[in-house]
Structures are given as C-alpha cells and as structure tokens.
C-alpha cells in the first residue's frame, strides 16, 4: 500500500478506537457489539499493514511480516466467529472452534518471533528458545491460581471456562518471553510488539480475573486493551528495516545479558512458593496446578536436554575451530604438533617437509590481504591434490605449510616435495594478476639426534631456509653439515646482536677522488667487524645477517654517528671534503631516520651538507610516499642523497624525477668492463650524460686500473671510486690523503 493509503489506514483505525472508548465508557446500548467491531476492524487492518510490510522489506523479514499478518487476519477472524456465537447463542460463547482459532493464532505469532533477525537458525537453538516461553507460561500457572482464583468458590470453578481461562495469560507470557529472547534492541518494530503482547497479557489476566468472579460481560471497559494492541502491531510496521538485516546470518551475535539466559528460571520458584499455597483444607493440589507443574517439571527437563545436546555441540565446534585453519580448513599448528608428538611416541619413522611460499609478503603489500587469502587457499587445494593421502597437511600459520609423511609409506619425502613444486607451477588457467606461487620445502627425517617433535621442526626450518638460499622454488633435506652451518649462523647472530654494545665494530674510510686533479673530495665509510674469536669479517659476512634480523637499524644508526665525528676531524684539513654513509632499506622505511641524521650531526658539529647518504636502487624504487617525503625533508636539511649501484636495479627515468637525489654511482660491474665490452662503455657514458640532464654529479664505482681510470676520465666523469685511488683504510690513512695536493 502507498504511504498516503497507510496514513489513511492509520487515521480511520485511530478513529474506530476513540469511538468505541467513547462508546464504551459511556455504557451505551449495544456496547457489546460495539467492541466486537471495533476489534474486528482494528485486527483486520493490522493484518493488512503487515502484509504491506512484507512487500516492502528484505526477504530476510518478509517471513516475519507475512506470519503476523496471519496472526491478526485470525485475530479479526476468532472476533468474527465470537460475534456471531454470541449474537446468536450466549454471552461468553468459549466455543471449541473460537479456541482453535486462538491457539493458531498463537501458533502463527510464535513462528514470527521465530523468523525474526536476531532468533536462533538452528532446529535446536528455535526448540530452546519456545520451551524458555513454556517454562515461564507453565509457572504462571500455579502463581496465578493463588492470585485469581484461590479465593473462587468450589461450585464456581467447576465451569470449565472460569478455569481453563488460565491458559489465556499462561500463552501470553509466553510468547512475551521469547519476544524477550530473541529481540534486538536496536530495531523499533521489536519493542513495539512486545508493548503489544504486554497489553494483551494485562488485557487476558484481567478477563480471566473477571471471569472467575462472573464479573466480566461483552462490552467492559477492558476489551478495549484487544484492539490497542493489535493497533500496536499495525504501527511496527511503519520503522524501516535495519540497515545491515540483509547480511544478519553472517554478522556475530552479541552475547546475551544474565538475566536473559536466566529468565526462564526466574519464575519457577515463585511456582514452588505458589504449590504450597494452592493447596487446599483436605491437603490435595488442584488438579489444573499438580498437571502445570508435572508439564513445568517436564519442561524443565527437557530444557536441560537441550542445553547439554547444545553444550556436548559446542565443544565438537570448539575442538574443531582450536584444530583448523579458519582459512584453509587444514589442521592448524595446534593439531600438526598432535600428530607429530603422538608419531614420535610411538617411535614411527617419520618425515616432515616445511613449505613456505616465496615472496608472498610482496603479495599482500602489491594487492591486499583479500588477494593473499585468495592465494593461500589456492595453495592449499593444489597441495590437497599433490599429497593425496599420503600425508598430513597443515598450515601453520602466515604462508607457512607442513606435511607429516609416514616413513614407511608407499612415497618418499622427496617425491613426495617434487609432488608439491609441480602442483605450485603456474599453469593456463591460473587466476587473475598473474599471481604464480612458488614455495621453498625443507625435508627432515626423525633420527635419533631428535629429542622431540621441535628438533624435527627446526631441522625441517634449516632446510627450508637452504632452499631459499638455493634459489627459492627448491626442496633441501637437512644434512649434519646444514645443522651445523644453521648453528654457526645462530651463534653469529648472538654475536651480533653485542657487537655495538661491546665496541666489536669499526670503520674504514674509501677516497672518492676528483679525476681532473686526483684530490680526496669525500670519502666511504665502511663498516667492519673485528669478532673477538673470528677476527676481522667483512660487511659480505655479517651485513645479510643485520638485514634479516633487523640488526642492521641501530649499526646503521652507529654507523651515522661515527662517521660524522670523523668527517669534523678532517674539515680543518679539507673543508670541502664530505663523507658518505650507506643506508639500508629497512632503516629508509623508519620515520626516525631524519631524527638520527639530525642529531649525528649536531652532536659532532658537522654541517648537513657535509654529510651524503647512499641508498641502493631497489630500496628507493620500493619507497612508498612517505620515504619519498622522508627523503625531501632531508634535502631541505642540506642533506646529500646518492644512489648507489646505479644500473644493477630496475632502473627508470620516472623515479628519477621524484627523487631528491644530487648524485649517481655508476655500478662497478660496468666500469670493470669498459677495456674488453663497447656495451659497457656505451652504458657508463649514457648514464653520464643522464646524470648531466638531471643535474647529478656522477662517481665512477670499481676503478682499479690505469686504463679503466683514462676511460670513466674521458666519458666525463667527475669523481672516481676504487682501488686506483685507495684501498679502504683506518682515519689516519685518510688523514694522510687528505693533506696530499
């Protein structure tokens, strides 16, 4: 219907309900039928605007709507059918046919409570939820016989309708308490319902109270409470929807207040209390209270039931979400190392191969984490397909995989991870972006050398972590010679993590040289480690080590600070000399960087000028804005910035128009090259004259001879690096060259 016909609805129904409250009150003729009418039109025109309310919601609530539809069509028509038995036969004509029209109107109002957004989905949760309404409707019994009815004479409670008239509220409460259960406070049409069913339950005791006493006659004051609250329900239905009912199954339910899951039990003690009292001089129970409470006690009973099916429910689903990846479905870490443990106890010959993917964080930083869900998944139905049964998968978290393979099987681990980097190449019909994952395994054994299940996981680490070394997409078994090696390494580690602390590293300086006149114009620092049982180690050794654990941040940042005390102690030698430092691209990516360089060079007195920063090409074009920002800010500092290696990374002229830089390093690897290869030549001279065009200062990395020197001189170079011009060597060496004309 339009909003302009409901409107009209509303107003002619409000209208019909003033006129019978006027009628009533009043005491004019023909009141009975006044209020039979009046309820009919007011049922029938809830009806009508619930069926409107199902045409305009989601499919989500168009089963609720449609069945309080059906309920107040049954409410006009039990009116109907009560007008038409009392005009033709009595009074109060509780015939059987009215009764059944009541109970299916009862029927249908607890089905819509049932389809309601927030009501339970399962068979179980819907059978829990009507027997909280029965326990609560069962207790009423008892409780209202004491109030109602205790006081009625014998003779009086023989009539079947004086009695049985107890029932009406009994159904009312209950359906009022799974209104309660499954209502959400946050939609309006719920608690206007619920105002609804309070109205009747008042409007029923009160008839029933009347009743038993032969109060009541057709046109008391109270039948208007009948027609107010299906006016109620006719104006629910004018709140729009909630805005997320068409994704309500998916959303997670809050947990219930106390009193809520309490409330079924609420009452049974006052029906306790009420037993005691009902019963009567001879020391018998009241027929009507002793079969409510044996029902409530069998309510009750099953209630429990229910809740212990639903518990032992709950703890399968608990295991199984404790056992499984969320993601995948495979079992999870938790439940590999079950298995694991429980093979080695058992002293089984068995393998583990350690699967991870190779460059999967790349993925989630290019394409988001939707994107690697969906790649994960897609690894783990190409792995399902590769082990078919002849292992345990699992995932054990990130784009970490394990497979547990019995020795004696009919397949041995080696096959078994070629199996797996065959299932992980790409092939035609791969998914979107091109996306083609690639995996390193480790394979270790059990042996004796394994005291328990995490000996056999770090050995399977070891040689995983040699299948990335090996070039990625490979598999490794761990040998003794790998343990070992991963040992040293470890140890290495350790020893690192003191080095700065204990003063183990040290710097040397490299000359960068003007080429017209051979004078030190700047100089390299570069670090060193002197390990007190190893001796001296080059960066090649320990520096790989600092970048993967994240060790290479504060050397980095010790690197700055020395480096800057040293350049102020040769500024009285030569003030135009400047020094340059290498930066990592884990320490470009940190907001303090500017903070570090700043504070280096104030505490040593160094101008910011005098002090150039080289980063490598691959860290700069991997920047994101915010190391691009970082890097202007240092510039505007004074600060020099220098791309190292130039030509060895993904080399384009776009980059170079957002980076602040103010000078190239052209790679080693072309100026060894310019005697025997015109290709190199050619490269060193563009880059030249690409650096002229960008106004970039160019130093020539690598010069070792006479003729490389000639050369990056006659291709214009400016500056020049290498062991022409100097080896790297302490600060008093530098010194030395620096004093030289």
Wanted: net charge neutral; glycine share 8%.
């Amino acid at each position: 219907m339009s909003a302009r016909t409901a409107r009209i609805g509303l107003l002619s129904t409000g209208a019909v309900l003033v006129g019978e409250a006027l009628w009533l009150v009043a005491e004019l003729p023909a009141a009975a039928l006044v209020s039979d009418v009046g309820a009919l039109l007011v049922a029938g025109w809830a009806a009508l605007a619930c069926l409107g309310a199902a045409r305009r919601h989601p499919t989500t609530l168009r089963r609720f709507w449609l069945l309080l539809a059906a309920t107040m069509a049954l409410a006009a028509l039990g009116r109907a059918v009560w007008t038409v038995d009392r005009l033709l036969g009595g009074d109060l004509p509780h015939t059987p046919l009215v009764g059944a029209i009541f109970i299916a109107g009862i029927l249908t109002g607890t089905g819509a409570l049932l389809c309601s957004l927030a009501a339970p989905r399962t068979a179980v949760g819907r059978a829990r939820t009507v027997l909280d309404g029965v326990i609560v409707g069962l207790a009423l019994v008892p409780i209202g016989w004491v109030v109602v009815v205790r006081d009625v004479a014998a003779a009086d409670l023989a009539d079947p309708v004086r009695t049985l008239g107890l029932l009406f509220p009994m159904l009312d409460l209950m359906q009022l308490t799974i209104l309660v259960a499954v209502a959400r406070p946050a939609w309006r049409p719920m608690t206007v319902i619920g105002a609804s069913l309070t109205l009747r339950a008042v409007a029923d005791t009160g008839y029933v109270s009347l009743a038993v006493r032969g109060d009541y006659f057709s046109g008391h004051p109270i039948d208007l409470c009948w027609p107010l609250s299906y006016l109620l329900v006719g104006l629910a239905t004018r709140y729009p929807p909630p805005p997320e009912c068409d994704h309500g199954d998916e959303a997670e339910s809050p947990l219930p207040p106390w009193w809520r899951v309490a409330l079924p039990y609420l009452p049974v003690g006052g029906a306790i209390v009420a037993v005691v009292l009902a019963r009567q001089p001879t020391g018998q129970t009241p027929h009507l209270v002793f079969f409510g409470m044996m029902a409530l006690l069998a309510a009750l009973a099953l209630r429990q039931g229910l809740a212990a099916n639903e518990n032992l429910r709950l703890v399968v689903r608990l295991r199984r979400l404790a056992y499984a990846d969320q993601l995948t479905g495979l079992p999870n870490r938790l439940m590999f190392n079950r298995k694991l443990r429980a093979a080695l106890r058992d002293r089984r010959p068995v393998a583990v191969l350690l699967l991870d993917l190779d460059g999967f964080k790349q993925v989630n930083d290019r394409f988001g984490h939707a994107t690697g869900d969906s790649l994960l998944t897609g690894v783990a139905d190409r792995m399902r397909t590769a082990v078919d049964g002849d292992g345990t998968i699992a995932r054990l978290g990130g784009d970490e995989f394990a497979v547990l393979v019995d020795g004696d099987g009919p397949v041995s681990p080696e096959r078994l991870a070629e199996r797996l980097l065959a299932a992980l190449e790409p092939v035609d019909d791969d998914g979107d972006l091109g996306l083609h994952p690639s995996a390193s395994i480790g394979i270790a054994e059990y042996g004796p050398q394994h005291a328990s299940h995490t000996d056999l996981l770090r050995d399977a680490d070891i040689a995983m972590y040699a299948a990335k070394a090996a070039g990625k997409s490979a598999y490794r078994t761990c040998t003794p010679a790998l343990r070992e090696s991963a040992v040293t390494r470890a140890e290495l580690i350790a020893d690192l993590r003191r080095a700065v602390d204990e003063g183990q590293l040290h710097l040397e300086f490299q000359p960068i040289v003007d080429l017209a006149t051979g004078a030190v114009r700047s100089a390299e620092a570069l670090v060193r480690w002197r390990h007190p049982r190893l001796g001296l180690l080059s960066p090649a050794r320990f520096l790989p080590l600092a970048e993967e654990t994240g060790l290479i941040v504060p050397i980095d940042r010790w690197v700055i600070h020395e480096a800057c005390r040293a350049a102020a102690t040769w500024r009285d030698r030569r003030t135009e000399a400047t020094v340059a430092v290498n930066i990592a691209a884990a320490h470009l990516r940190r907001p303090d960087l500017i903070a570090t360089v700043t504070a280096a060079t104030a505490s040593a007195g160094l101008a910011p000028r005098a002090l150039t920063l080289e980063l490598t090409e691959s860290a700069l074009i991997d920047g994101s804005e915010a190391v691009l920002d970082r890097l202007r800010q240092l510039r505007e500092l004074g600060i020099r910035i220098s791309i190292d290696d130039f030509g060895t990374g993904y080399s384009a002229l776009s980059y170079l128009h957002r980076i602040p830089a103010t000078e190239l390093k052209i790679d080693r690897s072309f100026v060894a090259r310019l005697d025997t290869d015109a290709r190199a030549y050619a490269t060193v001279e563009m880059v030249t004259r690409l650096a002229g065009a960008f106004e970039l200062s160019v130093v020539a990395e690598g010069v070792e001879t006479e003729r490389q020197h000639a050369a990056v001189a006659a291709i214009g170079c400016v500056h020049g690096q290498g062991y022409r011009y100097g080896r790297p060597a302490g600060l008093a060496q530098l010194h030395t060259a620096l004093t030289r004309p």
